[in-house]
């Protein structure tokens, strides 16, 4: 176990490092000079260069990463351009927003997933397992933010139940929840859609094995079967799956944020690269990229926890 | 289920004809402006209703097929492009070949994929070409991955075999055999990236880094709508409905193609 414990740890720092290569030279190559931006277009080009060198942009690519990265292990991801404080400290503020929303929108698909891949699973082949496999496939053509403007439409233009956008602050801990409770349902939905088929066929498999069959002999109903036996063994698919769903929630909320007006991580990044703040950007898609891994690392781990074969 | 591949079929071929009808004809012009027609709802005259513009919607579904379309389709094609050839290459060769395409791909799979369409979006410029390109780059890591997955099983088998003693070289295995063996999991995975493509297509030119004005497309119809829709909600109805038609069909079309074509799955749920 050791042994493989090291070999995914190297393996995740050299993840770790490439994915920063990648981030910081893709961000190089968006076109647009943060020094001018900043100084508009009636700068004088000597103050331009003068703001250049103080920035450290005249160094060369290789140079400018290896700075880059020796503040980011340091924990300093450098200062905005645009807002002149600390870009650690936005990222932080914004993970206020993200984290709880990505937490509140996995646990509403996991909610509505489970009882749906449930019962469809135990009324596989009939009616029921018709209809609800067909009502998830309406979920997963969703387009989120469409979603999003329906259900704004309904709870908050027409029944006036929810607030339609903006984020008032975890000072106002009833307002902030509720201000998350649609964004959360709208990113939910199609990811519910997707866990509920992804478990109803991992149960299906299993009910279909010999275990199952003894557990019936030995005097079980079906739905003790399933809750008891089955459910546990279908939930490795199932956990995959949402690894990679809590990623794409924290990251894939960019829309939704933009929807609802949520100063989340997503808006930060979008707005970060209309005002050319690089370093903003830079910073924002690295901590995103490295909860992807870090998650995905986690999640290979509790894998061979579970099942020995996998620690090869 | 032969349902699913027949309604599939049905409702992605809607969204195809609603294409290639509008290249001939749309039932208004949707360059024309009528300031006074604007946000009427569904009627005889306009059978969608017309947007803040007074553009018949109808027409403007139709031409947003095309670049909808065309999008998802030109970045399957790309991931396939280059998907498939390092998939054959990572299974034929082995080692630190495999090694080296595989470890590639999961490190594009750890990037968000709209954080990096939106970057490559910015970097070079909102436009429907650059849409393609951002989408299409991460289909390449899918197709590379269901190629080599499908292929690993057909080398160990006999006849593979047979032609490594006869002489023929890795490649021409790849093309000759591999290929032809796994052509249905490609067109599966095709159908699938397809409708991803679509969804992406359409977040995309909502936060406005997809198709530029004057080119309709149903992201931006819905980006246009939204501050409308309380007062004419068929703005920002019929745009995202038209998106989960076609996405739905496509999604059928798939699972219907799979069990078409994988007679072993004919039967099962």
């Known amino acids: 176990m050791l042994r493989y414990v090291i070999r995914r740890l190297i393996s995740l720092g050299l993840s770790l490092l490439l994915a920063s290569a990648l981030i910081f030279s893709v961000v190089e190559l968006v076109p647009g000079d943060p020094a001018s931006f900043m100084l508009g277009t009636g700068a004088q080009p000597e103050t331009v260069a003068a703001l250049r060198q103080q920035m450290g942009l005249d160094l060369p690519l290789p140079l400018r990463y290896l700075h880059w990265l020796g503040g980011v292990l340091a924990g300093d991801l450098g200062h905005s351009f645009t807002y002149k404080t600390p870009v650690a400290g936005m990222i932080l503020d914004r993970m206020q927003v993200s984290l709880p929303l990505a937490l509140m929108a996995l646990a509403l698909a996991v909610l509505i997933a489970l009882p749906i891949g449930m019962f469809a699973a135990a009324r596989r082949g009939r009616a029921g397992d018709t209809g609800v496999m067909a009502a998830t496939q309406v979920g997963i053509a969703l387009p989120n933010f469409w979603f999003a403007m329906l259900l704004v439409l309904l709870f908050a233009v027409k029944l006036r139940w929810l607030p339609a956008g903006g984020f008032p602050g975890w000072d106002h801990p009833a307002a902030a929840l509720k201000s998350l409770l649609l964004p959360a349902v709208a990113l939910a939905l199609p990811q519910a859609a997707i866990l509920a088929r992804v478990l109803r066929s991992a149960l299906v498999e299993t009910l279909g094995q010999d275990y199952i069959r003894t557990a019936r002999a030995k005097g079980l109903s079906a739905g003790q079967a399933l809750s008891r036996h089955a459910l546990r063994n279908a939930l490795i698919p199932v956990l995959t799956i949402m690894g990679m769903q809590f990623s794409f929630l924290l990251a894939g909320a960019i829309i939704i944020e933009n929807v609802f007006y949520l100063p989340g991580l997503g808006r930060l990044i979008f707005q970060a690269i209309t005002q050319r703040d690089l370093i903003v950007v830079q910073g924002a898609v690295l901590v995103l990229v490295a909860a992807v891994i870090l998650v995905t690392f986690l999640v290979d781990l509790s894998y061979a926890l579970v099942d020995p074969r996998l620690r090869r | ?269």
């Open chain 2, 1 to 269: 289920m032969r349902a699913s591949l027949i309604l599939g079929a049905l409702l992605s071929g809607l969204a195809l004809a609603a294409a290639l009808v509008s290249f001939l004809w749309t039932p208004a012009d949707v360059t024309q402006l009528a300031i006074a027609q604007k946000l009427l709802p569904p009627s005889g005259q306009h059978w969608l209703g017309t947007d803040h513009f007074g553009r018949d919607m109808l027409s403007m579904i139709m031409v947003g097929a095309r670049t909808s379309i065309a999008v998802a389709l030109v970045a399957v094609g790309i991931g396939m492009g280059f998907g498939v050839p390092l998939g054959l290459l990572a299974a034929a060769r082995g080692g630190w070949i495999d090694e080296v395409v595989m470890r590639g791909n999961d490190l594009v799979f750890a990037f968000p994929s709209l954080v990096i369409a939106i970057l490559i979006t910015a970097a070079l410029g909102p436009s429907a070409l650059n849409a393609i390109i951002a989408i299409g780059i991460f289909n390449i890591p899918v197709f590379a991955r269901v190629t080599r997955g499908g292929a690993l099983p057909i080398w160990t088998l006999d006849y593979i075999r047979a032609a490594q003693v006869a002489g023929k070289g890795a490649s021409r295995i790849s093309i000759q055999h591999i290929l032809p063996n796994i052509a249905n999991l490609l067109i599966v995975q095709g159908t699938i990236q397809f409708s991803l493509g679509i969804l992406a297509e359409a977040g995309l030119s909502y936060v406005g880094l997809g198709a530029q004005p004057p080119t309709p497309s149903w992201g931006r119809m819905l980006a246009e709508a939204q501050t409308m829709v309380a007062l004419a909600p068929h703005v920002a109805v019929i745009p995202g409905l038209a998106i989960v038609v076609t996405v739905l069909g496509l999604n059928l079309l798939g699972d219907g193609l799979r069990d078409a074509l994988d007679p072993r799955l004919r039967g099962s749920p």
